[in-house]
């Protein structure tokens, strides 16, 4: 049986993972500051820990195996790296959050890189972000530049952005140096159930789907005019497994090529709530102008990519959102 360290098993893509890897029959062990505010955590072990205190992660490091001491030093067969402050445009472009943001999340991948490398850990999965891409490459709303190759001259628009793609040097300098077998996905926002949905730090398929529940009325930072795209949750797992069973040291997006207009995302979840909304613009922060996953690597190298519609994967966020509404 396989082993597997999930750090952030308690956050939103996190505890996906956990109940993935225990379909495929995992032994995981879970670590997070608090468990899953939304789902029951199914891991085998899920340690409550601060991975910005380096002796918790050497600890975490020790991957006890069904029938074995907890302390019995087998090395994990993979890792994954999904542990970060982050939020959505609220909380990471406000600029009232970047020490903190630069600073935790620095913490958490240094030791989590020198502790895997110590330990023995076999394969680390890192989670990046499209943050890291150049702002001077997304000013176009209707033709923005993420390729790959596009990182460098680096020039992130947040320093949340700035704080990944040291993170990704900092691995691929261990890969380098020291043997560590990395892997590395550019997620493109990721939405689906059990995510964040209100208190500041929900991405904006959540927010827009928590407003249209509750109001006719609802705001929107900026003139609604910014384009993304939108990865459902599921397709994001499957990314990230079929990253971890390749040989692609590189970074690589995981993301999906529908890009819509904010204003766009708006009418779509209209329609799914069946309501007429009045939207007021106003100022906030609302990142780059227009941002999309380039998914050619993924294709080439992978033989896959996302194929869910938008629209299917807003419907089942809407309803689990709206139920959540309702409960409360």
């Not at 990471?92 to 999340?105: K, P, Q, R, T």
């Not at 890192?126 to 001259?153: G, K, R």
């Not at 993304?228 to 797992?237: K, N, Q, T, V």
């Amino acid at each position: 049986m396989k082993t597997a360290l999930v750090c952030g098993a308690g956050g939103f893509i996190g505890s996906h993972l956990v109940e993935r890897l225990k379909q495929e029959d995992y032994y995981v062990v879970g670590v997070d500051l608090r468990y899953s505010e939304f789902s029951k955590m199914c891991a085998d072990k899920f340690l409550i820990g601060d991975l910005r205190d380096p002796m918790v992660v050497s600890n975490v490091m020790f991957a006890p195996k069904q029938n074995m001491n907890v302390n019995d030093p087998n090395s994990f067969d993979e890792l994954y790296q999904l542990a970060a402050d982050m939020g959505g445009a609220g909380y990471v472009f406000s600029g009232e959050n970047d020490a903190d943001i630069m600073h935790n999340s620095a913490l958490i991948n240094i030791n989590v890189a020198r502790e895997a490398v110590r330990k023995g850990v076999k394969k680390l999965f890192f989670s990046s972000s499209a943050c890291i891409y150049p702002a001077f490459n997304q000013t176009d709303p209707n033709n923005p530049i993420c390729v790959e190759s596009s990182a460098y001259p680096a020039a992130p628009d947040s320093e949340y952005g700035w704080e990944k793609l040291f993170s990704e040097r900092l691995y691929l300098s261990y890969h380098r140096n020291y043997n560590l077998n990395v892997r590395i996905a550019r997620f493109h926002n990721i939405f689906g159930p059990e995510g964040t949905w209100d208190g500041g730090r929900e991405k904006a398929p959540a927010a827009i789907c928590r407003k249209v529940a509750m109001s006719n009325d609802i705001e929107i930072w900026g003139d609604g005019n910014q384009t993304r795209s939108f990865l459902y949750i599921d397709e994001c797992i499957e990314g990230v497994r079929r990253l971890m069973n390749s040989d692609i040291v590189e970074p690589i997006n995981i993301g999906s090529e529908e890009m819509v207009s904010i204003k766009q995302l708006v009418n779509m979840v209209s329609i799914i709530a069946n309501k007429h909304v009045n939207i007021k613009y106003v100022d906030g922060p609302t990142g780059v102008r227009g941002r999309c996953s380039d998914n050619k690597m993924l294709r080439e190298k992978l033989g896959w990519e996302p194929q869910m519609p938008l629209m299917d994967g807003l419907i089942k966020t809407y309803e689990w959102i709206n139920s959540q509404i309702n409960n409360k």
